[in-house]
């Protein structure tokens, strides 16, 4: 159950911000297209919420918990940022609005946008493993806790390799041909 709902999270996500941003640039209502890019993060709270839920109802623990909230994690970190970047190539497709700069290639302002990134997955992991820390405190019984304690490496694996991306840039930066 919680595989489908982390799935129509997601689905609900880019449903919701390509609503927004039809009703914006294709009906020209704004008021109705930022009522809806609001509505964003109802999508996580509505996640997290039957998640919890699913927990207080005696649900023995799952790594399909952890999941959802390794999902809402990543898109309380990432989310505006990808609104952003889609309200901007939306915005360059249907409006007639300059072209999104593209990430950066070479040198130091490819190193700047890889820390950047790594900022919003060390976010990430930190929101992640602070849910599932609250979510093994509502178990009754904290010998159950290891499939969402099994969460913490995978949150650690994951900020390392974009440490190890930004780091690399940083000390092995690329240059143009």
Known sequence: ???????????????LLALG??????????????????CLPL?????????????????APAATHGLAAAYVGF??????????WADGHVAHRLAGGPK???????????AAHEWRIFGRTLAAAALTTALITAMVLLLDDSGQAAPLTAWYPRMAWVTGVSLAVAASYTVFPRRPR
Do not use: C, N, Q
């Open 1 to 15: 159950m919680i595989v489908t709902l982390v799935l129509a999270g997601e689905l609900g996500f880019w449903v």
């Open 21 to 38: 941003l039809a009703a914006r640039y294709l009906l020209a209502r704004r008021r109705v297209s930022t009522a809806l890019l609001l």
């Open 43 to 59: 999508v996580d709270l509505l996640v997290l919420s039957a998640t919890v839920l699913d927990l207080r109802r005696g649900a």
């Open 75 to 84: 898109t309380v970190a990432y989310g505006h940022s990808l609104v952003r």
């Open 100 to 110: 999104p700069p593209g990430a950066p290639k070479y040198g130091r302002d490819r």
